[in-house]
């Protein structure tokens, strides 16, 4: 997985993402995100691309300073936000390009590097840029590499977000487990909290599918059924509320 293009994704991903909001028009519901429009969707992803570009240039260990407290504001007429977007993903992608990806920066979780920004920024964009697909109403797959190593991402960082809690449980467990490309996980709900191994396991629930149907089902958009479900479903249904995007 460390293979992958993540500059190339962040690009590709953010134009699509903006053309399908210039689609729907921003007035639109996004149906995976019930309390957005598409002007919302746009003022998140533009924000959040140049916050992640000044954050490559901070020292790891300071304080959280979020994107509002950075003063970033996106245009207030919503009409300009998608070229906003499309202006905004280049200098990420230049900042991201300029660094290592083993310099050590200013991170929210684990690790410290621009590394870490690289991956994440690639996720945010792709799984946004099916929220703005959804709003338009044609959606297209999430290249199934990068799909795949979203999912390996997401489980690694739910017990590492500062503004949640760790999910946790009884110890139940749920094996994901894509059937298009390399990638299989089974998450254990642990009294301590999520633990994530990358194995072929017998879990009390499966969920099997295309990488990019389960990677945007586990993290809370398309439906279920797109995906092959062997055993106790509910506890599917519980995962959706605990960690969703």
Known sequence: M?????????RENADVLADAADAAGVDAAVPSCPDWTVADLLDHIGVVHRWAAMCCDREPG????????????????PSARADWVREGAQPLVDTLAAHDPDDVCWTWAPPSTVGFWRRRQAHETAVHRVDAQLAAGAVTPIDAPLAADGIDEWLSLLPNMPWREDPAGSGATIHFHCTDVEGEWVATLAPTGLQVERT???????????????????????PIDGLEIFGDRSLLEGWRETAKF
């Open 200 to 222: 072929h396991a017998k879990a009390d629930v499966a969920a099997r599918g295309a990488a990019s149907d389960l990677l945007c089902w586990v993290m809370g958009r398309g």
């Open 2 to 10: 460390s293979d992958l293009d993540y500059l190339a994704a962040i």
């Open 62 to 77: 300071g304080p959280f300073v979020s994107s509002r407290q950075a003063g970033i504001e996106s245009p207030a007429d």
